[in-house]
């Protein structure tokens, strides 16, 4: 059964930024902003270089994703998703992904990235195991 409800992946596939926790060799956290998307029941994130946060994953597949809803409950609350999951790096398809992605982020029909020849990149795959936060998605 899925982890992810429809309320969830709405804010993921939405154009909200995601704040992704990896863990760096000494156990201290590292944090960046990505975009994401889904891809069947996992979170999909794109990346050109091999970055200190894809290191991390191959190390410790340990992964927490944030993300502040669009949404406010009845309480006038700012509600927030946090997913946690087990990630994995797949080489190649970053480029294409962040293409995809920015039509989403940018909404508009924008070249991103602007060059003929990216590199391919690496997309990062995240399997939920676990949902938190404050919102129509937690139990």
């Known amino acids: 059964m899925p982890v992810l409800n429809d309320a969830a992946r709405k804010v993921i596939t939405g154009g909200n930024l995601a704040h992704i926790v990896t863990l760096d060799e000494d156990g201290s956290p590292n944090v960046v902003c990505v975009w994401t998307g889904m891809d069947g029941d996992e979170i999909v994130s794109a990346h050109l270089g091999d970055q200190r946060k894809l290191r991390n994953v191959r190390r410790d597949p340990r992964v927490v994703v944030s993300f502040q809803s669009p949404t406010r409950n009845a309480q006038d609350v700012d509600e ?27 909404g508009d029909q924008r070249r991103f990235p602007d060059t003929d020849t990216p590199p391919d990149g690496y997309v990062l795959r995240i399997t939920p195991n676990r949902v938190t936060g404050w919102g129509p998605w937690k139990d």
């Open 80 to 106: 927030h998703l946090v997913v946690y999951g087990t990630g994995r790096v797949q080489e190649g398809g970053g480029a294409k992904l962040l293409q995809e992605l920015a039509h989403v982020y940018f």
